[in-house]
T-cell receptor, first 116, second 110 residues
């Protein structure tokens, strides 16, 4: 059974609309992340949260807002959608935010967003 | 900024052959990870190898930190090994903010 659940798996949106990507992890981890994978581009780090606090934000646009209502939830709200936002968004988690030589990073199955 | 270059971009093998994947990175990395991305898109961590040689199953990774390169050797490839292999280094010291390469797409033919 998947330990990191992302919903929805696929979604289509129109330009200018707003969507929320859901992520829940059942690994008991304290840190969660969002990564993005656009067509023909490498996976790109977006946000990291530790104990529900934002640790780092590498996303230039304020249209991307992570939301953590519980320690095991990290949703991603995207407003004013653009076609360039089309990508697969991956949620990930780790035991803690300091990964050096400890544990590993676990990924969800991804949410594929298409903006028309 | 830090960059990760992987080669080859794609590789086609017959089942049973060995694969050698390369990863070069632009700055010293204290964390280097190899991931497998299935054709369906899901990502799995294969191993962490910031320096030296590590083995797990049919996988062997060798990282030479001062030369900023890492390799992943897959022995006796199987059709189920088909997918994309990603190399990633940390963005900032000790964190899981990884910078990924574009990957090597491996196809193993029966």
């Amino acid at each position: 059974d998947p330990k990191i659940i992302q919903k929805p798996k696929y979604l289509v949106a129109v330009t200018g609309s707003e969507k929320i990507l859901i992520c829940e992890q059942y690994l008991g981890h304290n840190a969660m992340y969002w990564y993005r994978q656009s067509a023909k581009k490498p996976l790109e780090f977006m946000f990291s949260y530790s104990y529900q606090k934002l640790m780092d934000n590498q996303t230039a646009s304020s249209r991307f807002q992570p939301q953590s209502s519980k320690k095991n939830h990290l949703d991603l709200q995207i407003t004013a959608l653009k076609p360039d936002d089309s990508a697969t968004y991956f949620c990930a988690s780790s035991q803690d935010s300091l990964g050096r030589n400890t544990g590993q990073l676990y990924f969800g199955e991804g949410s594929k967003l298409t903006v028309l | 900024g830090q960059q990760v270059q992987q080669s080859p971009a794609s590789l086609v093998l017959q089942e049973g052959e060995n694969a050698e994947l390369q990863c070069n990175f632009s700055s010293t990395a204290t964390q280097l990870q190899w991931f497998y991305q299935s054709p369906g898109g899901s990502l799995v961590s294969l191993l962490s190898n910031p320096s030296g040689t590590k083995h797990t199953g049919r996988l062997t990774s060798t990282t030479v930190t001062k030369e900023r390169r890492s390799s992943l050797h897959i022995s006796s490839s199987q059709t189920t090994d088909s997918g994309t292999y990603l190399c990633a280094i940390e963005r900032s010291s000790g964190s899981w903010q990884l910078i990924f390469g574009s990957g090597t797409q491996l196809t193993v033919m029966p």
